[in-house]
């Protein structure tokens, strides 16, 4: 993370309504504090994302970063792939966009770079891709729409190219599940986060945030024709998935 980082409060008073979850500018200007304390070892998943990614990236190849939100991993690629791979950064929020682009900007980053909107949950096309990575971002795709977004990633990748997953996910039966989701609230009580602050955050996220079982994740990926699909992250209800076509 650079720069000052606003702390997370969207939840913290009582809300007489809870309405859909949303990156809207309340969330972009304080989502590097929300995602750093939501996640468990966000920042370590982040560095694991570029070690990978930097391997897989080819020379005058693009990266595509799929929900790029604050612009995080995007500065992260730049430090570890040649300067002759162009970054892409994708969103469905503009908001987000325009705090990626602020930041990126204030690094100074001197390579091929693009931002734009882009709805995932309709026909997506990518060029000359050696590397993807959707960092918290598939669960926010509609279920209807995930194998046709599997699948345009994986006509739009190089051979040999690697998608990078990290999802939030569910146990893989109830007892487990249940006992992940209660590890998980108790690690937000650790880092800050009031009970009405997990409660109204997870009545947000109901509808919106839409998790799969991690096998149900990887069938997905082998489904849509990856040839190697493996778990290089997992800690209790959230993994990393990494996947070459």
């Known amino acids: 993370m650079s720069g000052k980082v606003t702390r997370d409060e969207v939840f913290r008073q009582e809300k007489g309504r809870i309405n859909d979850f949303k990156f809207d500018e309340q969330v972009a200007t304080v989502f590097d504090d929300m995602v750093t304390r939501s996640v468990p070892f966000y920042v370590e998943m982040q560095r694991m994302v570029a070690e990978l990614a930097g391997d897989f990236a080819t020379p005058g190849s693009c990266i595509y970063d799929l929900g790029c939100s604050t612009g995080t991993t995007m500065l992260l690629l730049n430090e570890v792939v040649a300067p002759d791979v162009s970054l892409v950064g994708l969103d469905n929020s503009e908001e987000m966009l325009a705090k990626c682009r602020d930041k990126l900007n204030a690094q100074g980053i001197e390579r091929p770079l693009e931002l734009r909107y882009a709805d995932l949950d309709q026909d997506l096309t990518l060029q000359n891709a050696s590397v993807v990575t959707m960092l918290l971002t598939l669960q926010f795709?509609?279920?209807?729409?995930?194998?046709?977004?599997?699948?345009?990633?994986?006509?739009?990748?190089?051979?040999?190219?690697?998608?990078?997953?990290?999802?939030?996910?569910?146990?893989?039966?109830?007892?487990?599940?249940?006992?992940?989701?209660?590890?998980?609230?108790?690690?937000?009580?650790?880092?800050?986060?009031?009970?009405?602050?997990?409660?109204?955050?997870?009545?947000?996220?109901?509808?919106?945030?839409?998790?799969?079982?991690?096998?149900?994740?990887?069938?997905?990926?082998?489904?849509?024709?990856?040839?190697?699909?493996?778990?290089?992250?997992?800690?209790?209800?959230?993994?990393?998935?990494?996947a070459v076509k």
């Open 141 to 242: 795709v509609r279920p209807l729409h995930r194998e046709r977004l599997m699948q345009d990633i994986y006509t739009g990748l190089h051979e040999n190219g690697c998608l990078l997953l990290v999802e939030k996910v569910l146990g893989e039966d109830s007892l487990f599940n249940r006992l992940f989701i209660s590890y998980y609230y108790d690690y937000k009580r650790r880092v800050g986060y009031s009970d009405l602050e997990i409660t109204q955050k997870r009545e947000a996220l109901e509808n919106v945030l839409i998790p799969y079982k991690l096998h149900e994740n990887c069938e997905l990926l082998r489904r849509t024709g990856f040839r190697y699909v493996d778990t290089f992250f997992k800690w209790y209800n959230f993994c990393g998935i990494v």
